[in-house]
């Protein structure tokens, strides 16, 4: 039989945090199990000049496959539609792209997410209160599409207002940023629903340090989404009450990695792949956190077994070498 092709796959993610961190480990752990593929990295601290430059290069450096997840829905497209035009599949994950040059896109919905965190708020209101919301970055597709999804469920609900929309960009400092220079007035706010979970800290934050809120003054419950397990994630966050909810937003590189595995041997493939997700309330906080951490573990020792692999079969080359020449060959 002939041997399997060696793949190179580049993965352009727009940014560098802890849920990209943990979809990266995954794609790793999904390429550790095909012998046959070789992954290259590269990370735009949400740039969009630089995401451009990367894709660039990597298609240059002779990329089999593309994974990526473009910054915002327009900027990024030229160098998408680059890769495609030149006949390297692409896989669009979790970020839109405003082209039609892609090969498959796979994504949890966000409009869907967003929907469901407007219903969980108005649930815990009673359907009465004032609420504010942190948007992620202007002009990417989940910011877009979470806004789009909670404000259409807020409208079943005549009397929660929405006091104000503030615009951060993903990091937990520009929530803090956007809630200081808010001019309005921040007291009497219910609920404060920040698009991922960094966001919804910040923002507790700036409010908790605001002059407007005293300590006997009426403190707001926040919301986010992410629901990442481990010491900083969301997920801890809900199990210790500091947020009131979360929700999961899958991060399944193994998945990414099987999708690309199918595309590049021919295989059949979804077009649109949809993640599933579910909601993080204090009432399944604790077993979530439970089971997701000791998942984690398991993916470290995977992690430390495949690094003794590596070395012991170096060490085997290497003793091959040895008795080779010892043979006096
Ligand atoms: C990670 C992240 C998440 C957010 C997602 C939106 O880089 O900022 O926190 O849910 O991207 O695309």
């Not at 095909?34 to 000049?49: C, I, P, T």
């Not at 649930?123 to 597709?141: A, F, T």
Request: hydrophobic share 40%.
């Amino acid at each position: 039989a002939n041997p399997k092709p060696h793949y190179i796959i580049g993965v352009s993610q727009c940014s560098a945090d802890i849920w990209r961190e943990k979809q990266n480990a995954e794609l790793r752990m999904g390429a550790y199990c095909q012998e046959n593929v070789e992954l290259r990295f590269a990370a735009a601290h949400d740039s969009d000049e630089r995401q451009v430059q990367q894709i660039d290069s990597l298609v240059d450096s002779g990329i089999d496959l593309l994974i990526v997840a473009p910054n915002q829905l327009k900027t990024i497209s030229s160098a998408i539609d680059r890769a495609y035009d030149k006949g390297i599949p692409v896989i669009v994950f979790e970020r839109k792209t405003n082209s039609q040059k892609y090969t498959s896109f796979i994504s949890a919905d966000n409009y869907e997410m967003g929907r469901i965190m407007g219903e969980y708020i108005a649930s815990r209101l009673h359907g009465k209160g004032r609420v504010m919301e942190i948007m992620g970055l202007k002009g990417s597709s989940p910011a877009i599409e979470r806004h789009n999804g909670f404000a259409d469920a807020l409208k079943n609900y005549p009397d929660i207002t929405v006091v104000a929309t503030l615009q951060g960009d993903w990091t937990e400092e520009s929530a803090v940023k956007a809630v200081k220079a808010y001019p309005g007035n921040l007291d009497h706010i219910d609920f404060v629903f920040g698009q991922n979970d960094r966001m919804a800290m910040g923002a507790r934050r700036a409010l908790q340090e605001s002059q407007q809120l005293t300590a006997d003054s009426h403190q707001p419950l926040y919301c986010g989404i992410d629901g990442l397990p481990g010491e900083d994630g969301g997920i801890r966050l809900v199990r210790d009450s500091i947020l009131d909810a979360s929700y999961i937003y899958p991060t399944h590189g193994d998945k990414i990695i099987e999708l690309a595995i199918n595309i590049l041997e021919g295989k059949p493939y979804e077009k649109e792949a949809l993640l599933q997700s579910a909601l993080v309330t204090r009432d399944n906080a604790k077993v979530l956190l439970m089971q997701s951490e000791e998942m984690m573990h398991q993916a470290e020792y995977l992690d430390q077994l495949h690094s003794r692999a590596d070395t012991y079969l170096k060490e085997l080359a290497t003793q091959h070498v040895v008795n080779w020449m010892s043979m006096g060959v």
